[in-house]
């Protein structure tokens, strides 16, 4: 599979990655087997970037990483983890100290002397513009706790002050066919200064992929049924902050743009892959075939203007004015 480098820090990342936060919690039960089912497809297909995070299962899906890696050291893959969802989010929280036990136990959990990239998960807006929190990830990496060290944003507005940010090295975003403002401002900017762009839920959190319906009913333990309104954390992060049952009208006509032998979300994926400042695409997988067919979409030939023009005009009538505004 492709390669690109990771912005600034100078590793390569596979053009489509996997997200493991499926194999955490908030997605229904999780199965330890399948887990490491859902690992082992997607290094098979030519993953090498799994992104993760200390909260995800509180800790299982970093775990179940070093399981696998446990088992596999002749593989080279680049972890990105993210730290700070286990505490309150308030600016108080974002200091050296809490950073260092925060990394020692990531470090714990995946095995590993150092972290290979550690992002900033979703802190609150103030954060980004706060000198002594950049000094303290520096001193992460001179302490040799982390290699490098991103954000995960949720405004294109947060992504801008992070990308400014001389140390950072990438901005993981909310970048898909449903959310496109991101395509505006924050592509070009990081772009320009070198920052690595990792592109989050980039099937809507499934939606994309045409197979739910008005009626489909989510697990309790599901964040598509605890979250769809923000309950828990923000609303962005579940269907990508679109109202379900109008995304579900959305995705039926997204669907019928998928061109010949491309799924849906392929075709969402593909969309991703071709926008330029992308550095990865880090779909979720709950099955070793969603992760195979994910990797896939990273051979697809490019898709023409034609579709280009019409997932941009059914974004602009169907979706824009419910999420420009927000994020
Ligand atoms: N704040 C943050 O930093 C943050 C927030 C969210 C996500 N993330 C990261 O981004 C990753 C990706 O986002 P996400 O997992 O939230 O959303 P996503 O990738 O947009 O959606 C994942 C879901 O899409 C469905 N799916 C996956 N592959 C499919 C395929 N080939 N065909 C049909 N359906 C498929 C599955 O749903 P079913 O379970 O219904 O099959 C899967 O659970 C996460 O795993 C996590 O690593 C980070």
């Known amino acids: 599979m492709d390669e690109r480098v990771i912005g600034r820090s100078g590793q390569r990342a596979s053009v489509v990655g996997l997200g493991t936060w499926q194999l955490g919690a908030d997605w229904g039960d999780v199965d330890d087997k399948e887990a490491l089912s859902v690992l082992e497809a997607a290094v098979e297909s030519g993953v ?18 070093a399981a696998f890696l446990r088992e596999r050291p002749e593989l080279d893959i680049f972890v990105a983890t993210k730290m700070g969802r286990r505490v309150d989010q308030i600016p108080e929280n974002y200091v050296l100290d809490n950073f ?17 990239l550690v992002q900033l998960h979703c802190p609150p807006t103030p954060v980004y513009s706060t000198d002594e929190v950049f000094d303290a990830l520096d001193t992460l990496v001179e302490e040799e706790r982390i290699a490098h060290y ?5 405004t294109c507005a947060e992504a801008l002050t992070a990308i400014a940010r001389p140390g950072v090295a990438s ?20 772009q ?15 939606l994309l992929s045409g197979k739910y319906t008005k009626d489909t009913v989510f697990p309790a333990n599901d964040h598509r049924t605890y979250n769809r309104h923000g ?28 061109p010949q032998g491309v799924t849906p979300a392929q075709l969402a994926l593909r969309w991703i892959i071709q926008q330029p400042g992308v550095t990865t695409v880090i779909p979720g997988a709950r099955s070793p075939e969603q992760a195979r ?4 979409a990273a051979a697809l ?27």
Do not use: H
Not at 150 to 154: A, C, L, T
Not at 196 to 205: N, W, Y
Not at 301 to 324: C, F, H, M, N, W
């Open 171 to 190: 901005v993981q975003i909310i970048l898909n066919a449903f959310r496109m403002k991101p395509l505006l401002e924050v592509l070009p900017a990081a």
């Open 293 to 296: 067919a994910n990797a896939a």
């Open 301 to 327: 030939p490019e898709l023409s203007g034609d579709t280009l023009t019409a997932i941009r005009e059914l974004y602009d009538r169907r979706i824009k004015d419910q999420v420009e505004n927000r994020w």
């Open 192 to 206: 320009e200064a070198g920052v690595g762009i990792i592109a989050r839920v980039p099937l809507a959190s499934g």
């Open 231 to 258: 309950e828990s954390f923000d609303q962005g992060e579940t269907f990508s902050g679109v109202d379900y049952a109008s995304g579900v009208e959305a995705a039926v006509e997204f669907a019928a743009l998928a």
């Open 48 to 65: 090498t970037f799994f992104d993760t995070a200390d909260v995800y299962g509180d800790g299982r899906s970093e775990q179940t990483i």
């Open 150 to 154: 991103g954000v995960s944003v949720e």
């Open 100 to 116: 260092r036990a925060w990394n020692d136990r990531s470090r714990r959990n995946l095995g590993v002397d150092r972290l290979d």
